[in-house]
């Protein structure tokens, strides 16, 4: 029988913020969404509701459940999010067919075209993270991300 522990993992001090992988996505996603604050506000738009309108323009009427898991918001700011996005008229919320209780997500014609004012805004922040990065590179990159989203993944979607 082997009385040896598994070598212990490297302190934070030993690797340094500079290396620490979900550091570095916290400041890339803090940066990004910073530099969208002031064209979200021209909007009305807060990061939960830009997040929610985002995922409306791609998939069409997900339960509130999945549009939480997709926006990457708590579902109770979501869920306030929701209520002003209404309010505006950005989105309609509709019971689900097959189970009463469950309610689904449409973005409405003006919610199409907030975020479509919203989305070459978007586009820029993004093209300036990958600033000098090859296409390759860049599409390695986000191979990566998608396998690393696979293995911490808790949901299907």
Known sequence: MNDESPPA???LGEIGLT???????????????ASLREEMAQLGLST?????????????????RELAIYAVVEQSTLSRALDQLQADGLIRRETDAEDSRATRVFITEAG???????????????????????????RAFVGTLQKMLANIRKHEI
């Open 9 to 11: 993992a490297p302190r």
């Open 19 to 33: 290396n620490y992988a979900p550091y570095l996505m916290n400041r890339i996603m803090g940066r990004y969404n």
């Open 48 to 64: 939960p509701k830009m997040r929610a309108l985002a995922v409306l323009s791609v998939i069409e009427g997900p339960l509130i």
């Open 112 to 138: 199409r075209a907030s975020f479509e004012t919203l989305w070459p805004h978007m586009a820029a922040a993004q093209d300036r993270m990958f600033r000098g990065i090859p296409d390759t590179e860049k």
